[in-house]
């Protein structure tokens, strides 16, 4: 039997929502106070301390691992290997979204079978009474490794006497079929109309060639979880997570355990950014934790982060050309991408080759993309992924197309900006998109209207568009109501972004309650239904969806409860502001906490939402900045920075802008410091933040923000996606400044002091 | 290696632990005591997450050893606020916006609270300078500043 629906009266006067208001987080407190906890900051009785070991190797043949000198020390609980985890075949996936994730490559994450292809990979792992013992147990592993050519970089691999990463790997998407393995895994081709001869008949062309160093996501909290395993058999493990579900699939594939056996418990997470998607040593803390019938917690070291442990993101050879005609309009775009997915196959670039040229109405269009393996950690996801480095290509490439054609940089972009409706590079209709509004809104802005004062050394402006499409998948929550009237809500989502306290925003504003009178948390695996993790710009818009479904659901059944008290038909009862009451208003009422007084004891009240499939809300971004470069030094130094951008509807400006902050200071890092620096063996020489830098407060200026909002149809609010296209066009928005400076391009990212200066030396030699 | 016995000042409290002679600061405070509220974040003095203040400066815990501690006044994030609730740069923290993954931030509260006990009225660019030995990945930094900057006008600096 269908639930009567309980009308909402929208009329009556709401107590001021909280919706588009900068509410504190909810979790801010425990934060400065430092009591938010982390998986590192957990103890547990009796509990064993756990350290990977590691290949030193980036491309090796493990012969034997012998672990007995080890397991012999005193204090050591148990060591594992690859023996003793079940074997993941080739091509064996979970479900993640609409594509599902690579298990075979998270088992190789996670514990190296049969070759290595990194240094860092692991090889074993040791439990021990601390982590003093543990790491001396390391030392007593002997593994026997036939020491194979590593292969470092995109253009050593390709080369087609290069040493083979794998034996199975045959080129994908050829016009003809591979006739042996290779380093290049895929090849991924989009296009329409004829680009070349587009070019060729162009009044004006521009190419751009450009190198970008492998990076790392840079969170501040190294991997870190414990793991416990009942002696009825029943498994926790407390995680600094990007999806409690997906981690539990992951480490149930890895140990064949039941579902049924295992719980994933999100902690407080640390920094993510798409780098703690995949596990990284939940699987082995669990094994080991069985071997040693004690709790076993495992904690990374920086240096293990950054050497091969988890991360980093992918580096990438991108070569772009570009026309227009005489009059401005763009006529064709040219890239070829080349994606150092790192030691294992598996990245598609389609997204990024596909959101690099996103922003632009153009009949003539070739993209193609190459999946590169490299004897380097296997890349994984960081905000946007790709979106940086294809933008820091094709941006750049506009740019020069305007210096070459005499264009104004904005007008070129207003003139061939995608619209609402005009063709993606799929060929599929634009969804709704506000990007003419954006740019509006900078041609305004004094950020762009404001001429550039000069300074000592030469300072130049530079604009840059960032386009991300995000994606959608499941989400799930459900909604109790206390004994007082006060909901609750469980999310499948943990919290990366400020989840909790957006939510309290909306599940307040479906209750027409306080924001204060509304608890909000996130649930652990076997407490609520299953959700896709934290990723790809979606849990705002996604799980806003499921608390307005399962909010509707608990008031359908709360209505019905209040009209039964009330002795009056369903279709009588209206509901506003937490008070039942009849005819609109005019009869009887009854409180939300008066009504569970009355009925807590009836049975419970539980609304349940799902999301999955929700319109997409493609996020598109603008910059402008302005830089001071010293010609001697090659020195940059930010003077002003502002991103513009769509966000749908703001539901918590400040946390959006917060988003917006911390995506263009990371992108600084990457334009102008961070990079993998790797020698011949394939060893990373910065394994450590002093070498490998990221911004500090002395690095980069205060941000300027610019929110606008074009609501997205057939979504709850009109949300969009907000962390991810912010990070997009950053480093081609530094590179444009830096060209209108000093007149250069290094070609390379990070644009270091070194490069710059390389590349100004080189012009003046070619101008002498 | 064998253990060995260490009474030290913490949060005004005098305590006693038994330490691995390699142990460091910071794990005599987290493993050895509980103190978990500073974290550690590179174990090798480059992202501040482990501030504390050492006799009223910062110091990253991570690269002092414990047995260094005996005679020092040691305040960590736990012993800013107590029961008591936040200090009102906790709070001015909080209601900026200035926190998000939080794992920086214990650390950035030490050295706010170090440099204002230091400098009634820091310029924005003495605040980033106080700051620029902890490194956030989530804010930009922007409201960081902004939220210590209030804190100091609204004290009167």
Redesign the interface.
Known sequence: MALPTTKRDDHRDKPASSIGQ?L??V????????????P??M?RPNMAHARLKRSPHAHARIRAIDTSRAEALDGVFAVVTAADFAKVPLGASIPMGETGYDMWMVAQINMASGKVFWVGQPVAAVAAR?S?VAEAALELIDVDYEVLTPVTDIAAAMRPDAPVLHEHVVTKGLAQAADGPSNVCSRTLIERGDAERALAQSHATASVSVLVDTAH??????QAMVAEVSADGFATVWASTQGQFSTELMISRMLDRPLSKLKVVPM??????GGKIAIHGEAVAVRLAEKCGRPVKL?F??EEVLQGGSGPTMGMAVDIRVGADASGRLSAIHGVYRVDAGGLPGLSPSLLMQASAALYQVDDLHLEGFDVVTNKPRTEAYRAPGGIQGAFAVEQAMDELCLRGGFDPLEFRRRNAAVTGSTMPIGTPFPSIGLSEILDAVAEHPCWTKALEPGVHPRGRGLALGYWRGTSMTSACHVIIGGDGRPVVTMGAVD???TRTTMTQVAADQFGLAPQDVHVQTGDSKSVGYSDGAAGSRVARTMTAAIVEACDDALAQLGERAARLMQAEPARVTYANGVFSLDEGRGTSITLAELMQETLTDGAIVGRGSSSKLPLGVEIAAHVCDVEVDPDTGQVTILRYTAFQDVGRALNP??I??Q???????GIGWALTEGYDYDANGRLRNA???DYR?P???D?P??DCVILEKPVPGVPYGLRGVGEAPIVPVAACVANAIARAVGVRTGRMPMTPERIVMAMRERAGRQI | MSRIMLTCRINGETVSALVDPRDTLLELLRERLGLTGTKEGCGNGNCGSCTVLVDGAPVNACLMLAQEAPGCEITTIEGLSGAQGLTDLQQNLAEAGATQCGFCTPGIVISATALLAENPAPTDADIRRAIAGNLCRCTGYDKIVRAIALTATQRGG
């Open positions: 900068s504190v987080r979790d801010a407190r425990d934060r400065v106070t430092g009591r938010a906890m982390y590192a900051d103890q601390d003093h996501q840079g969170y501040i909290e190294p407080e997470v640390g920094g993510a950014f904690v070291t920086r990366i972004s400020g400040s946390a802008e917060g917006l902050q911390g995506s263009v200071v990371q450590s933040l002093l990221l500090t407060a002395l980069v205060s941000i």
